[in-house]
């Protein structure tokens, strides 16, 4: 048994749908979650500054004497889970992307599995080659979708909204032409607008959400280290993010359905 939090970090909100998925699996796990929010979004950022950031994240959550890391970002996951290995050390770091593929792999039924990602995660084809790795035979179409980061971290997230309708129409209308049968969302924002994404898609479209799917593989790696926190306790819950602490806790708590205000602190990486 270990009860040190879980660390966990995204470029901003988007993790928060790991959190939520955490949270519904394993309520005695305690967790410090950073949110880069000063950074987001990591999509059309360099190599470079995504693995440079990713880094700094790392490190920080590495001062909190976390067991663990999930790295809740795609991106990252996508850019820089070497560099955030070597920053770890002997810390288990579990990514978004392997667990997602393989989701998406066991649920498909004619192999056609859509993406909607970041820019850089598309243009790293980590899906791609983790999907082909579980199933060589299956066809991946990626779709970038820069517009949608930005529309979340406003705020705005219904599917009424005009702006984030259109554009989650036109994103999604390459998968339609594609005949994807299953759509991994390979941003962990994206689950926070699953309804416009529904909505584009149809009924019958599976949606994978690697933030969710991450949290199992998270939870079985804990298990196996016999690092699992006390049932009997009540996980305690920590936000940080870099900037915007008020928008933050404001719109964390309304998506995660409780009030984070108390437990959110701005910090300077």
């Known amino acids: 048994m270990d009860t040190r939090p879980i660390g966990i970090f995204d470029s901003g909100l988007g993790g928060l749908t790991a959190v939520r998925a955490l ?45 663990a890391l999930l790295v809740a970002c795609n991106t990252s996951t996508a850019n820089a889970m070497d560099v955030m290995r070597s920053q770890a050390g002997d810390l288990p770091v579990v990514g978004v992307i392997e667990p997602a593929a393989a989701a998406a792999v066991s649920v498909t039924e004619t192999g056609r599995i859509g993406v909607l990602a970041t820019a850089a995660t598309v243009a790293s084809g980590a899906y791609e080659a983790a999907v082909g790795r579980l199933a060589p035979a299956a066809a991946v179409r990626a779709v970038a979708c820069p517009g949608l980061v930005p529309l979340v971290e406003s705020g705005r997230t219904d599917a009424e909204d005009p702006e984030l309708a259109e554009a989650v129409k036109t994103y999604c209308a390459p ?32 949606l994978i959400d690697s933030g ?38 404001r719109l964390g708590s309304a998506f995660l359905g409780w009030d984070i205000r108390p437990a959110t602190e701005q910090a300077s990486l």
Do not use: M, W
């Open 23 to 67: 949270v519904r699996a394993a309520p005695q796990e305690s967790f410090v979650y950073l949110g880069d929010t000063k950074n987001a979004p990591y999509g059309d950022r360099t190599k470079e500054q995504i693995q440079a950031l990713s880094r700094q994240n790392v490190r920080f959550l590495q001062s909190r004497d976390v067991k």
């Open 175 to 206: 998968l339609l032409a594609a005949g994807v049968d299953t759509v991994v969302l390979g941003c962990t924002h994206y689950p926070i607008i699953r309804p416009a994404i529904r909505r584009a898609l149809g009924p019958d479209i599976a």
């Open 212 to 249: 969710a799917a991450s949290v199992g593989a998270l939870l079985k790696e804990l298990e196996e280290r016999d690092a699992l926190g006390d049932e009997r306790a009540a996980g305690r819950r920590q936000f940080v993010c870099t900037g915007g602490a008020e928008r933050f806790a």
